[in-house]
């Protein structure tokens, strides 16, 4: 809507997963890195967890770009009150796995065979779990029983759980210490630092066809990071907002005043609500 106005080809600020709209932090950049050396690596275990809106799934997306194409990629997103066949038959769907399955065993003698198939065909196959955090401690441990498909040498399949930090509570329960000890690579998306508020929202302002300084007056980033602590989320539902209030009144480029009335307007009319919101929409 405001993007001619502005001159941008597209949307900066859209609260989807488009790995092009990655600004890479420290954290974001280490997380990346992590993410492909331990799936390229075959490392078996990945653990990525973070905050509500730090960038997970994007990170993910990225990450998944820079694998070779001779990786296969499951992704179960619908993790609440699973049980640990509903896991299975949610498994077997990704992997096209068809049969008369009349028990946990049967799923995983036929997911054994076809990542054994994978493997002679020189694939590599990564189960991605998402919202992790959600399974229980029982189908947690069915996962880690996945992590013994493995051969004397190679893991058959990498398991990436991702999550809140929820996750990481859950795994240090003693009931889940097998599975903790068998994570071979991890990070924890942090949030990011007053000095990266203005990288990031440049970054994204250019990768839609804009510059910075056009769009945003100096002295806005203070204000992006008081409203959002960092949050990458918070920080383009805002810029969003502000950029839709200066288009409807053609004021450019925004002064803080405006970044200003419109994040206490969105903080006064949602309050402590905004974040809970959001949490629906994890990314």
Same mark, same amino acid.
Not at 33 to 61: D, H, M, N, P
Not at 80 to 104: C, M
Not at 223 to 250: I, K, N, T
């Given at each position: 809507m405001y993007e001619a106005f502005f001159g941008?080809?597209?949307?900066?600020?859209?609260?989807?997963?488009?790995?092009?709209?990655?600004?890479? %932090?420290?954290?974001?950049?280490?997380?990346?890195?992590?993410?492909?050396?331990?799936?390229?690596?075959?490392?078996?275990?990945?653990?990525?967890?973070?905050?509500?809106?730090?960038?997970?799934?994007?990170?993910?997306?990225?990450?998944?770009?820079?694998? %070779?194409?001779?990786?296969?990629?499951?992704?179960?997103?619908?993790?609440?009150?699973?049980?640990?066949?509903?896991?299975?038959?949610?498994?077997?769907?990704?992997?096209?796995?068809?049969?008369?399955?009349?028990?946990?065993?049967?799923?995983?003698?036929?997911?054994?065979k076809v990542l054994l198939d994978r493997l002679r065909a020189g694939r590599n196959t990564v189960l991605i779990i998402d919202e992790a955090q959600n399974l229980s401690p029982e189908t947690l441990e069915e996962v880690r029983l996945l992590s013994n498909l493995e051969t004397d040498t190679e893991k058959l399949m990498q398991i990436v759980l991702v999550g809140q930090p929820e996750l990481l509570h859950m795994l240090a329960q003693p009931s889940l210490r097998q599975l903790r000890q068998r994570i071979a690579v991890e990070h924890h998306m942090e949030s990011l630092a007053p000095g990266d508020v203005g990288d990031y929202l440049a970054h994204r302002l250019h990768v839609a066809?804009?510059?910075?300084?056009?769009?945003?007056?100096?002295?806005?980033? %203070?204000?992006?990071?008081?409203? %959002?602590?960092?949050?990458?989320?918070?920080?383009?539902?805002?810029?969003?907002?502000?950029?839709?209030?200066?288009?409807?009144?053609?004021?450019?480029?925004?002064?803080v005043s405006t970044v200003e009335q419109k994040a206490k307007s969105m903080n006064a009319s949602r309050g402590a609500s905004l974040r809970d919101q959001l949490s629906r929409v994890e990314g």
């Open positions: 941008l080809r597209e949307p900066a600020f859209a609260l989807t997963p488009d790995p092009r709209f990655l600004w890479l %932090s420290d954290t974001h950049q280490e997380g990346l890195a992590a993410l492909v050396y331990g799936i390229s690596r075959r490392k078996g275990f990945l653990l990525l967890t973070g905050e509500v809106g730090t960038g997970k799934t994007t990170l993910l997306r990225a990450a998944l770009d820079q694998l %070779s194409p001779d990786t296969d990629v499951a992704l179960v997103l619908n993790t609440g009150n699973l049980t640990a066949i509903d896991l299975l038959k949610l498994i077997a769907a990704e992997f096209r796995i068809e049969g008369n399955f009349e028990s946990k065993a049967d799923y995983v003698i036929a997911l054994n066809g804009g510059r910075y300084e056009d769009i945003f007056a100096p002295g806005a980033e %203070s204000v992006f990071y008081s409203f %959002s602590a960092g949050c990458p989320r918070l920080l383009s539902l805002l810029a969003d907002r502000v950029l839709l209030a200066a288009y409807s009144q053609e004021v450019r480029p925004i002064p």
